[in-house]
């Protein structure tokens, strides 16, 4: 579970890995977004193959820029962030959504000069990073779709209503890199009763869903709820007893135990407005759950990690980005010096892409996508979010 397109904005903006412009000032160079100094010291253009050199090459050997179509700017049309136009004969990349009545040319916070040659490229790392992303970090999720509790005798505990604060209170207990999403919540009454489920984090409103229990039947509801992992503290599911003409329903039931990894869990009975962060032992209830059911999955979520730890990821994209781009060399049929002859040795780029004897484009790919992944497994060693599970094994053949 990743934001790959916050990642590829913080990549991108950060320069983790830029483009190295030539002393020749008349050159065609990429925008400002993708040229500078590298924080990771990797640039697309250094070793690693001679074609991606020079820009030039690149162009002629590239998709055909003179199929794009480019509309022209309006100042009655409404932009999105990287949304292209053309004014005066020159492109620009809006900078932000809502961009209306700002001229490109006079308006450089708004709108950054570009070329067709930066949109290639950009479209090109977007989509290398989001292999790498994919085929190396992304993990399976550890818990799907289960429900907290096993059901019990519940028409055997019938819990007062004592116009309190009651619910549960999950405590994440072996990741900062874990998203926990709640699926469905369940509810259960001595007859139909319209609740109010609120989610907290410490003593901040997170979210809130108003549920109807159907009779005295258990019944789950679909909801959509995050439980946020770079959020610190407990988190509290609960609702008010206040004003309800019916009872909850809780019995003695039990955690089903494919939880016991990832948080403690136990129920509370609080005054309301209470601050949720004064709660104690005291006030904890260990044989109800007041009616309260969860469905969850629980899945890493690395983006911040990603974010906070580039220079993982550097090498990696590098490769996958001039390896895509040779790629679209190969597969360029109008790429030609004349009529009969290619500007391209097919043979020896189809060599960098396929071979993995050598020490080729694909063989330094393949062991940058290995070294990314023994680095994930050892941060696996002590914390839960990056073990890998059967399914999350990178294969070279996908090169």
């Known amino acids: 579970m990743l934001n790959i397109r916050e990642i ?126 994919q085929n190396e970090v992304c993990r399976n999720p550890l818990v799907s779709n289960e429900y907290l509790y096993r059901l019990g005798r ?110 403690s869990i136990v129920g509370f009975s609080v005054d309301p407005g209470t601050d949720l962060n004064t709660i104690d032992q005291s006030d904890f209830e260990y044989g109800t759950t007041f009616g309260l059911n969860l469905n969850l999955s629980i899945a890493p979520d690395l983006t911040n990690f990603v974010k906070q730890h580039p220079n993982l990821i550097a090498e990696a994209w590098q490769l996958q980005t001039a390896t895509d781009i040779l790629w679209d060399f190969l597969g360029n049929t109008n790429v030609r010096s004349n009529q009969n002859q290619r500007n391209i040795d097919r043979e020896e780029v189809k060599f960098q892409l396929i071979d993995i004897k050598g020490r080729t484009l694909a063989k330094r790919l393949t062991h940058a996508m290995k070294k990314l992944s023994n680095s994930l497994d050892q941060v696996g060693k002590t914390d839960t979010a990056f073990r890998a599970n059967p399914e999350d094994y990178y294969e070279s053949s996908t090169v």
């Open 154 to 263: 519940p028409q055997e505990d019938i819990d007062p209503n004592e116009s309190k604060w009651v619910g549960i209170r999950i405590n994440p207990l072996s990741s900062n890199h874990l998203s926990y999403v709640i699926n469905q919540i369940g509810l259960q009454f001595t007859g139909t009763q319209n609740v109010e489920v609120f989610l907290y984090n410490q003593n901040n409103l997170v979210t809130s869903v108003n549920l109807t229990s159907d009779g005295n039947n258990f019944k789950f509801f679909d909801v959509d709820m995050n439980i946020d992992p770079s959020e610190k503290g407990a988190w509290y599911i609960f609702y008010d007893q206040t004003g309800l003409t019916e009872q909850s329903v809780g019995s003695n039931q039990t955690i089903h135990s494919c939880f016991d990894p990832y948080f």
């Open 8 to 133: 590829q904005e913080s990549y991108i903006l950060g320069k983790v890995v830029a483009w190295d412009t030539p002393y020749n000032s008349a050159a065609t160079v990429p925008d400002s977004q993708l040229t500078g100094v590298s924080t990771s010291g990797y640039y697309f253009n250094r070793a690693t193959h001679p074609y991606l050199k020079n820009f030039e090459t690149i162009i002629k050997m590239g998709p055909d820029s003179s199929r794009w179509t480019i509309e022209p700017y309006s100042a009655t049309t409404t932009y999105v962030k990287e949304q292209i136009v053309e004014e005066g004969g020159f492109i620009y990349e809006s900078l932000a959504n809502g961009n209306t009545g700002n001229t490109p040319s006079s308006n450089p916070t708004e709108w950054l000069p570009t070329n067709v040659l930066s949109q290639y490229l950009k479209r090109t790392m977007r989509g290398s990073l989001e292999t790498v992303l």
